[in-house]
């Protein structure tokens, strides 16, 4: 073992290879330390968790001054007013806007919301810079049903969202603040995918557009104001959150269901450290301990390995992994790996048996035999640290491979959905036409990643090649 | 002759192999209730048809049930799913064996056969086109690469080559070629096509349409080059580099003969038959390879094929014939790379 | 007249923990028809010896000097292009070391044999009849030629690789361990082979080897080599019999006898670094006899009558 890390570290490439393998573990370490062990299914294929964010933005530095995408969050009223039935409580989003371009989207979510006697009723409206201000939606939560004792609990587990940039309620309400405010006739209908232009701009002079009507943009500070009315004092409001949309989306993107692929991305570490090491030790215990049989036992055993291993080995690999992982599931660690394990340990097997061959004949393992030692202490007391050093070279070796072969299957859609992989980055990427849209920061990134692991791992074992030639020796 | 008998041997042993596969893949979806499934599904797919057709003759819903009932039996008859998967299978294997391939469910020729034999047909030659372009470039330039290395080992060029080797062997090939894409096609405006074999519509006239389909493989061709030619530039380079060292290599020097001469003489042709074996080697890789790079540029190959019949609705016969020719390729093509070690190295040949 | 003659030779390598002096300031001749034995222990820089008077150097030399000269004509003077037409194989051949792997794998024997032959085009029929010719010199039958080397056995192998230097009919054949690989009855056939092409062909051997007492057998002169240097040169009498140098000694009372009850005694120790030689004489640490003057300053080559030379202290009276 020493004397492995000692060749590895002896050379450039091996250096490189362990400062990219400790950064790698150092940051998948971190990973499950500080991320839910079920983050697949709780939060990656969770679609209401990634509600809120803009579809297939780009990393916030890959775009200087773009608007930034900005949650805003208020659990309490800024301001309460009595009223004759119960309170008007406002809760006030200041919205600072100093771009020449109207926001992506504009949504609110309101989290929880219990009354004991009237559902209580919200009013949303945008001040705007120039000081005109837009009623924009009007709600209240469902009525108690029919049976149904106070207080009543509403959206506590399923937030009511709505987006302010398509609603149609806003629409109409647009429409209107046109014709009042400018004097400018456009239907609802007109008005389809403009609202976020309108709302934050201004309509050109008439000489200014000639031809239908447009908006120039108005940078300032908004706010947006939703006032609760609520007919019980006890009532209450969990949470209110605004979301303006950004052009620009966290540290790597957004996909098209508005995911952070930045926490895609860093799950992937973990899990595609945990196939490389798990998939190779597995093959190199198969290998070797299959390889120390066949050459130490001799007879039909050996017969019967060897061929196995000649048939495992002209086997084409990925059409078999395709066709094994499609029948029997795509479970990682009941289905994929085994399959890989179960393709990658012929070759191990087959030198391993014929440098066993050659130390049996050794002097040392035949004095131990004279001496009376079992067979099996002799394999694993003589024979195993012999070709140890060289086992551990080939698990390193192993490793970029299973990788390689996970991803791939992940590619091809056989991923396991349980955890989010960049495979499965990859797969969604080019299943939904990222590739011929440009956007690069959900192709380029995990697939660099798969590059760099996988190299991290080869650089090692090209550090070890002193110890592993034997098999380019092989004429 | 004791050449012929090792061939022999080998071929006997592939066979062999080839006929293992086949088997397996059979058992393994008789075993797990798969081919039963997909035998089911499709009968009740037929059987909607034919109530509806039986419908408009019969009135009486009893009788009509009774027909329908009768209708399906000789369907699960025909399709052999009234006999358990074990019955059934071994005669799919024969079929198989018999390149009798069954009909697809859903891919058809350009023509409209749903005849396996028919859509392979088709595709393999579009398969070889790429798969055998790529494996002549990338073997000529990493054997030429690898042993023009090996002349100066620990230059500048040698160690640049030797990350590139690294990293080319960690590189996914359909990653590459989404990568090769994301480049030629959107940032290059549309350079190159991002797949597809033929443009629509495709060109008339054979020279054109033979230089649209080229222009169609350069990226794809491109992609299983830059994949394949690390790691056996770097085997290569290796092993030209032992060989240089040995002793008769200096005995050659010795006897006077010229430093090109021991190259070619001394040097690469003993290192030939290990290169071959490191190509050999790859071949599992490079059909991997050609698979997804055919899904990543939609070129309807087998390697496509097999995806579809893999995803969304899978196709049992498709699946089966396609795993029997694949394998069989593969065999066929590592047979033909150890005739060549057979033919490089005298020492294997008694 | 010395058909050979080497000057004060150098031949240094370069290592990352510096230069090896392999073959440090040789000087000796070798008059023609004789056979001059080169007696070693493994590092003593013999083999590389051999590589130096054939120019065939590794890629990482460091200095490379001295002087060669073939029947009166310089050596290193000859451009790389010239001392390769015209000085190896055709003037100075060797035959290997190791015969196991010095022949090429994946070519016919006859080809390599007849390989500089083919170069001057001489005619395929007259190259290949020059082959079963010496194939014959050397104890071997004609269809040897058309087989391939893993096909022979060690001793045929010694065969060809001895038919193969003599195929340009050398003054000179360098000998490097030619029987070292081989089995005992194997190795006196191969040296009864040497004497008889010795006597028959008027060769001139450079005989390396380990093995003082086969070198006896063969060898009119003989040159105790040790760390790059000679340390004893004379005669095979003034050295086997009159031996000066203590490590020449030692060697001698190395070889088990048959008649004696003494028991063979041995070196203690190993030859020094050749990395890091010792200060004074290269011998000094194993030497029995060392005494201050050793550890000061190396010794030189002294002549003592009759071309006796010994590089010992001892030699110049304490």
Redesign the interface.
């Known amino acids: 073992m020493e004397s492995v890390l000692k060749v590895i570290l002896s050379s450039g490439v091996g250096r490189a290879g362990l400062a990219l393998f400790a950064l790698l573990t150092g940051i998948s370490v971190y990973v499950l330390v500080s991320y839910p062990l079920d983050y697949g299914s709780r939060v990656w294929y969770n679609p209401a968790v990634w509600a809120d964010n803009p579809a297939v933005k780009p990393p916030i530095w890959a775009k200087p001054g773009a608007v930034p995408h900005s949650v805003f969050l208020q659990e309490e009223p800024t301001e309460v007013r009595k009223a004759s039935t119960g309170e008007r409580r406002l809760y006030r989003f200041e919205i600072p806007h100093p771009y020449e371009k109207p926001p992506d989207s504009l949504s609110l979510t309101l989290t929880e919301a219990v009354y004991y006697s009237r559902p209580p009723l919200l009013t949303v409206s945008l001040t705007r810079p120039d000081g005109r201000s837009v009623r924009l939606y009007r709600y209240s939560p469902p009525a108690p049903r029919p049976g149904e004792e106070a207080p009543y609990v509403r959206h506590r587990d399923s937030p009511h969202r709505v987006d302010l940039g398509a609603d149609p309620q806003v629409r109409a309400q647009v429409s209107a603040f046109l014709r009042d405010e400018y004097g400018l006739r456009l239907s609802a209908n007109e008005l389809r995918g403009r609202l976020m232009e309108i709302l934050f701009g201004e309509p050109t002079s008439p000489e200014e557009r000639g031809g239908p009507a447009a908006f120039r943009p108005l940078p300032g500070t908004y706010a947006l104001e939703v006032e609760v009315t609520v007919f019980d004092r006890r009532d209450r409001i969990g949470a209110l959150q605004a979301v303006r949309g950004g052009e620009t989306f966290g540290w790597m993107g957004t996909d098209s269901l508005g995911r952070d692929l930045a926490q895609g991305l860093l799950f992937g570490f973990p899990v595609s450290l945990i196939i490389g090491i798990l998939t190779s030790v597995l093959a190199t215990l198969l290998g070797a301990s299959l390889g120390i049989m066949s050459g130490y036992l001799g007879g039909r055993v050996d017969l019967l390995i060897q061929r196995s291993a000649d048939v495992i080995n002209n086997i084409p690999g990925l059409p078999l992994l395709i066709f094994l992982v499609f029948i029997f599931g795509s479970n990682l660690f009941l289905v994929i790996i085994p399959v890989i394990v179960f393709f990658s340990w012929p070759g191990l097997a087959i030198i391993v048996r014929s440098m066993v061959l050659q130390l049996r004949e050794g002097q040392l393992v035949e004095a131990e035999r004279s001496l009376g030692a079992t067979r099996w202490r002799i394999m694993f007391r003589h024979i195993l640290p012999q070709v140890g050093p060289y086992l551990l070279a080939q698990l390193i070796f192993f490793a970029p491979s299973a990788i390689l072969s996970e991803a791939t299957l992940s590619f091809l859609g056989l991923g396991d959905t349980s955890l989010p992989t960049w495979g499965q980055i990859l797969e969604g990427a080019f299943r939904t036409g990222a590739v011929y849209r440009g956007y690069w920061w959900w192709v380029v990134p995990p697939g660099l990643l798969i590059v760099i692991t996988a190299v991290a791992f080869m650089l090692i074992a090209l550090s070890l090649e002193p110890i592993a030639n034997p098999r380019l020796r092989r004429s | 002759m004791a050449i012929l008998r090792k061939l022999l041997l080998r071929a006997l042993?592939?066979i062999?192999?080839v006929l293992?596969?086949l088997v397996l893949?059979v058992v393994?979806?008789g075993a797990?209730g798969?081919s039963d499934r997909i035998l089911s599904s499709v009968i009740s797919e037929e059987m909607r048809a034919v109530r509806q057709q039986l419908a408009e003759t019969i009135r009486d819903p009893q009788e009509l049930e009774r027909a329908l009932r009768e209708q399906r039996r000789e369907l699960e008859a025909f399709y052999g799913l009234d006999k358990p998967w074990y019955v059934r299978l071994p005669q799919d294997v024969l079929r198989v064996l018999t390149l009798d391939l069954g009909e697809a469910r859903t891919v058809a020729t350009a023509q409209g056969s749903k005849r396996i034999q028919d859509i392979i047909a088709e595709r393999l030659p579009r398969t070889a086109l790429l798969f055998t372009t790529a494996l002549v470039i990338y073997f000529l330039i990493g054997v030429w690469l690898g042993t023009l290395l090996a002349t100066r080992p620990g230059s500048k060029l040698d160690r640049v080559l030797?990350y590139f080797a690294?990293?080319s062997?960690?590189?996914?090939s359909?990653?590459t070629g989404?990568?090769l894409?994301?480049i030629f096609?959107?940032?290059l405006g549309g350079l190159l096509p991002?797949g597809g074999m033929y443009s629509t519509p495709p060109p008339e006239g054979g020279l054109a349409r033979f230089l649209d389909l080229a222009y169609h493989a350069i990226l794809p061709i491109f992609t299983l080059v830059l994949v394949a030619t690390g790691p056996l530039m770097y085997?290569a380079r290796?092993?030209t580099l032992?060989v240089a060292q040995?002793?008769?290599v200096?005995?050659?020097?010795?006897?006077?003969?010229?430093e090109g001469?021991v190259r070619r003489?001394?040097i690469l042709?003993?290192a030939?038959?290990?290169i071959v074996?490191g190509l050999i080697l790859g071949?599992?890789g490079s059909?991997?390879g050609s698979?997804?790079t055919e899904?990543?540029f939609r070129w309807p190959g087998m390697g496509q094929l097999?995806?579809q019949a893999?995803?969304g609705q899978?196709d049992e016969s498709l699946?089966v014939a396609?795993?029997f020719v694949?394998?069989m390729?593969?065999?066929l093509a590592?047979f033909i790379l150890e005739i060549l070690y057979l033919i490089?190295?005298?020492?294997v040949r008694? | 007249m010395a058909i050979l003659e080497v000057r004060d030779l150098y031949l240094y390598y370069e290592t990352p923990r510096g230069p090896v002096h392999a073959v440090d300031g040789v000087s000796f001749e070798l008059p023609e028809g004789s056979a001059l034995g080169l007696v070693g222990e493994s590092g003593s820089g013999k083999t590389s010896l051999g590589l130096a008077l054939l120019r065939l150097l590794p890629k990482n030399v460091d200095t490379y000097k001295g002087s060669i000269r073939l029947e009166g004509r310089e050596l290193m003077e000859l451009s790389d292009e010239q001392f390769r037409r015209e000085i190896r194989w055709r003037k100075i051949a060797m035959a290997f070391q190791g015969a196991m792997n010095v022949l090429n794998p994946v070519v016919k024997v006859w080809l390599q044999i007849a390989e500089p032959l083919l170069l001057e085009k001489t005619p395929r029929p007259q190259a290949r009849a020059r082959v079963e010719e010496l194939l014959e010199l050397v104890g071997l039958s004609k269809d040897v030629a058309d087989r391939y080397p893993h096909e022979l056995s060690g001793g045929m192998k010694q065969r060809v690789v001895l038919a193969a230097a003599l195929v340009m009919n050398p003054k000179v054949v360098i000998l490097d361990e030619p029987t070292s690989a081989l089995d005992v009855s194997i190795q006196a056939q191969i040296m009864n082979l040497l004497k008889r092409l010795k006597r028959e062909l008027g060769l001139s051997y450079i005989f390396i080897t380990h093995d003082i007492a086969l070198a006896s057998d063969l060898c009119d002169y003989l040159g105790i080599a040790y760390a790059g240097q000679i340390v004893e040169l004379g005669t095979s009498e003034q050295v086997l019999l009159e031996p000066e140098h203590p490590y020449t000694q030692g060697l001698l009372e190395s070889i088990p006898r048959l008649r004696s009850t003494r028991l063979p005694s041995f070196i203690p120790g190993a030859p020094p670094d050749p990395v890091d030689l010792p200060e004074g004489c290269r011998f000094r640490e194993r030497c029995p006899k060392a005494f201050e003057r050793c550890t000061e300053m190396p010794p030189l080559l002294q002549g003592k009558g009759a071309g006796h030379e010994v590089r010992c202290w001892l030699l110049a009276g304490r």
């Open positions: 042993s592939l062999a192999v293992i596969v893949v393994v979806l797990t798969f030797s690294a990293v062997f960690a590189l996914p359909w990653w989404i990568l894409i994301l096609y959107f940032y991002a085997v290796t092993i032992n040995e002793d008769h200096t005995f050659a020097r010795a006897k006077g003969i010229p001469l003489r001394h042709r003993v030939a038959p290990p074996t071949l599992v059909i991997a698979i997804t899904i990543v097999y995806f893999v995803s899978p699946i396609l795993t694949y394998t390729l593969y065999a590592r490089l190295d005298p020492r008694y």
